[in-house]
């Protein structure tokens, strides 16, 4: 007896079932994960391991993107090679100590940073500032004609460093506009004509504070625009500087450690901008690798998280850390230890509450509560994963007045000018003194 044939519609029926099935499964699934995004789960917690980001959206878009880390080759970092400056007290801040007119101020900021916890005050020694008028004047006769001791500021801050217990890295750098002919026409930050003046300025420095000071950073950010001047940037330039005034150093005490000028993270190629990564091996290929003991880098995590692990080498987050190692390990450099000469989030307010800042996005946007809770998971995250990250330094402690709250750089602080903690003060402490260096 010959069997009748379902109908088209019965078929299309019973095939439907278990696609019918299916997407209720699946909108189950997603509802579910909804639900777990917005109340900030398992999922979710899962999803900021990964991405660094908080808003749900922005977790899946970032999962997708770091997915794509198992396209590419990843970086090589050589954890089993712990280098002996990374194996240093992680604590550091940014100081603008030369600001405060009144000694008194130094002493309370400096005071507040030792009662929070930190150990190592990243602080310039602006040259402009110091060697004032011409080649080895030491005297500042800008407000008065009779001069007063230019490095009368600096020997205060170099005795406060010592009275609270803590270690300074001196930046060198802003060199006056005597060391140019053509004076700040080629930029307020542009290299001198000759690099000896800037050789000769750093030693006199570190004999000035021999014993006391015994770290270096040879200028700053000199990858990009205005750090170089009004020129393009120039690695092998820097190169040359770095290496002499390496070499000067050393002579004047060979204890002193030398910090490179911290490289800013950036993917630009303009000529005024150079990728960071490019502009390092540029920097091995001009035989940089042997004058310096720690290489400087930024540390910002911009506009995601401290626990985001996409590593894309044209996206900058705060891991980027990895890629320079990697160019380290593969200039047989995996000894030398890496320094963040400036980390942090940016809690610039919204236009609602300031509308005259400019640049507002440029370095990314958080929440002052945001911020208090990132920067201790920063310390935390590179204690645990990056054996050869040493010093972390906080960017920034104060400044003396409220200048520049029209720029968004401005929003770094930890503290107010009239010396107001923010909540990321009190999330430091408590975490350094849950955490205290061995």
């Given at each position: 007896m ?25 909108a ?16 979710w ?6 991405t ?7 977790q ?11 396209t590419?080759?990843l970086?090589?970092?050589?954890p ?26 130094r ?8 009662e ?15 060697e004032?008028?011409?080649r ?13 001791d230019?490095?009368?500021?600096y020997?205060h ?13 001196v930046?060198?750098s ?12 080629q930029?307020h ?13 750093a030693?006199?420095?570190a ?15 000199p ?6 001047g ?5 690695p ?10 390496y ?9 002193i ?5 911290a ?17 390092l ?16 880098v ?17 996206t ?5 850390n990895?890629?320079?190692r ?55 995250r ?16 104060k ?20 010396f ?5 003060y009190?999330?430091?402490r408590?975490y350094?003194?849950?955490?205290p260096?061995?």
């Amino acid at each position: 007896m010959q069997k009748t044939k379902p109908s088209l519609a019965t078929r299309l029926r019973r095939r439907g079932r278990p696609l019918l099935a299916g997407l209720a499964v699946g909108a189950l699934l997603l509802a579910a994960l909804a639900a777990d995004l917005a109340a900030h789960g398992l999922a979710w917690r899962a999803l900021w391991n990964l991405t660094g980001e908080e808003a749900p959206i922005a977790q899946v878009r970032g999962f997708v993107e770091w997915l794509g880390n198992f396209t590419r080759r990843l970086p090589e970092t050589r954890p089993d090679i712990v280098p002996a400056l990374a194996q240093v007290n992680p604590y550091g801040i940014n100081t603008f100590l030369q600001q405060e007119v009144e000694p008194e101020k130094r002493e309370r900021q400096v005071r507040m940073i030792a009662e929070a916890g930190f150990h190592w005050l990243r602080q310039e020694f602006p040259w402009e500032d110091i060697e004032i008028h011409g080649r080895g004047d030491f005297v500042d006769r800008r407000n008065d004609p009779n001069g007063v001791d230019a490095w009368a500021k600096y020997d205060h801050i170099v005795d406060l460093a010592e009275q609270y217990g803590l270690e300074l890295q001196v930046r060198l750098s802003n060199p006056p506009a005597w060391s140019r002919a053509a004076g700040d026409a080629q930029g307020h930050f542009a290299p001198p004509d000759d690099v000896q003046d800037y050789v000769n300025f750093a030693v006199a420095v570190a004999e000035r504070y021999r014993g006391r000071v015994h770290h270096y950073q040879i200028w700053n950010e000199p990858n990009i625009y205005p750090e170089w001047g009004e020129q393009t940037v120039d690695p092998e330039a820097y190169t040359d500087l770095l290496c002499r005034t390496y070499r000067a150093l050393k002579a004047v005490d060979p204890s002193i450690v030398v910090i490179s000028g911290a490289l800013a993270p950036t993917v630009s190629l303009d000529g005024r901008d150079m990728s960071d990564l490019i502009f390092l091996q540029r920097m091995y290929d001009a035989g940089a690798g042997a004058c310096f003991d720690v290489l400087s880098v930024q540390g910002y995590g911009l506009f995601s998280g401290p626990t985001d692990r996409r590593l894309r080498p044209f996206t900058i987050n705060y891991a980027r850390n990895l890629w320079i190692r990697d160019i380290m390990v593969h200039n047989g450099d995996a000894d030398t230890a890496i320094w963040l000469s400036e980390m942090n989030w940016n809690p610039v307010p919204g236009p609602e509450a300031a509308p005259d800042i400019a640049n507002r996005y440029n370095y990314g946007q958080v929440t002052p509560e945001q911020q208090a809770r990132w920067v201790p998971l920063a310390y935390r995250r590179a204690a645990e994963e990056w054996p050869w990250v040493g010093v972390i330094n906080f960017w920034f402690f104060k400044r003396a007045s409220t200048e520049g709250q029209d720029q968004s750089w401005y929003y770094f602080r930890m503290v107010e000018p009239d010396f107001t903690p923010l909540p990321v003060y009190d999330a430091m402490r408590d975490y350094i003194a849950e955490h205290p260096y061995p």
